[in-house]
């Protein structure tokens, strides 16, 4: 399967501490989103990459969160002091280089628990 | 802000043909119009886009009218497998402003 993979699928963690996700998008596709999805509502926008360049974040991103694509490929959602707030779906996708509209392909998501 | 509004809930029986209408009056000249289907615990499945006119695959059919201030995502046929949410996004690959999935359309299919 060459769809879009996140690892790990849920995660359980303490007030506090840091947390760190990882996204595989499909190959070739040269954007990459990282979203939040709480109940009962659609996926909130968090971040934006093209290639390795991150080009925009929300307002949402607060100071703790951090997204890296080194190389263009995978990418990483990082959330230092993981706060019961934070408590939610993360989710990823990819959108190919000739998309024009929000052709978008999404992975399984990350559950994050904080107790 | 390009702003959509469709319908918080819909019901169907199997079998039958469902039409989800989205409104977006302040659409861009370069925007297009974005239906997703999501699943409880599963990412958003991307179903058709278009820009105007009719656009058809396999799964379903979308309608925008030559003003393109609403779109209709028409699912033939539908059975228990298409109770779903189902979002209408309106906007541009450069432009994650308008990258916004609100509350989406509960659809539920009964036998």
């Known amino acids: 399967d060459t769809g879009v993979s996140q690892d790990p699928r849920h995660k359980i963690t303490k007030r506090g501490q840091n947390v760190t996700f990882r996204c595989d998008p499909i190959?070739?596709?040269?954007?990459l989103y990282w979203y939040r999805q709480t109940l009962g509502q659609g996926p909130e926008f968090l971040t934006y990459?093209?290639?390795?360049?991150?080009?925009?974040k929300s307002r949402l991103l607060s100071d703790r969160f951090s997204a890296e694509r080194p190389k263009g490929s995978f990418s990483t959602l990082e959330i230092q002091r993981t706060e019961q707030g934070d408590s939610a779906m993360y989710l990823c996708?990819?959108?190919?280089?000739?998309?024009?509209?929000?052709?978008?392909?999404f992975g399984p998501g990350t559950r994050l628990t904080v107790t | 802000l390009a702003k959509t509004t469709q319908p918080i809930s819909m019901d169907s029986y199997e079998g039958q043909e469902v039409n989800i209408t989205c409104s977006h009056n302040?659409?861009?000249?370069?925007?297009?119009i974005t239906w997703y289907q999501q699943f409880p615990s599963q990412g958003p499945r991307f179903i058709i886009q278009?820009?105007?006119t009719k656009v058809t695959n396999e799964v379903a059919s979308l309608f925008i009218p030559a003003d393109r201030k609403s779109s209709t995502l028409s699912l033939p046929r539908v059975s228990l497998s298409d109770t779903a949410v189902y979002y209408c996004?309106?906007?541009?690959?450069?432009?994650?402003?308008?990258?916004?999935f609100g509350t989406g359309t509960r659809l539920q299919v009964f036998p």
């Open positions: 996004l309106v906007g541009d690959v450069y432009n994650t402003d308008k990258l916004i």
């Open positions: 302040n659409i861009a000249t370069n925007d297009y």
């Open positions: 278009g820009y105007k």
């Open positions: 190959s070739e596709h040269n954007r």
């Open positions: 990459f093209q290639n390795e360049a991150q080009l925009e």
């Open positions: 996708a990819s959108s190919p280089k000739e998309a024009s509209g929000y052709e978008q392909y």
